[in-house]
């Protein structure tokens, strides 16, 4: 599907408002995470504390990306 210019830019800033929802999004969940992984260690669940630090660290990962994504597209 080809856009017109205006609308090409109209969708760029779309996506640069989408990408920075998710950047921050994702930041909020991370903290709530941290919190509950602390909560996890004080009732000795090494097990859940482990894997919510595990989540913690994919949704770092996606977020890593997500701001490549938005550098290559404020790069275009």
């Known amino acids: 599907?080809?856009?017109?210019?205006?609308e090409r830019m109209e969708e760029k800033k779309?996506?640069?408002v989408v990408l920075e929802h998710w950047i921050e999004?994702?930041?909020?969940?991370?903290?709530?995470y941290e919190k509950w992984a602390q909560k996890a260690s004080a009732l000795?669940?090494?097990g859940v504390q482990t894997e919510i630090e595990?989540?913690?660290?994919?949704?770092?990962?996606a977020n890593h990306h997500l701001e490549k994504a938005m550098k290559a597209l404020t790069s275009s």
Do not use: D, V
Not at 1 to 6: A, T
């Open 1 to 6: 599907m080809e856009l017109r210019k205006g």
């Open 14 to 16: 779309r996506l640069s």
């Open 25 to 32: 999004h994702n930041q909020s969940h991370m903290g709530e």
């Open 44 to 46: 000795n669940l090494e």
């Open 54 to 61: 595990e989540a913690i660290g994919k949704l770092s990962l």
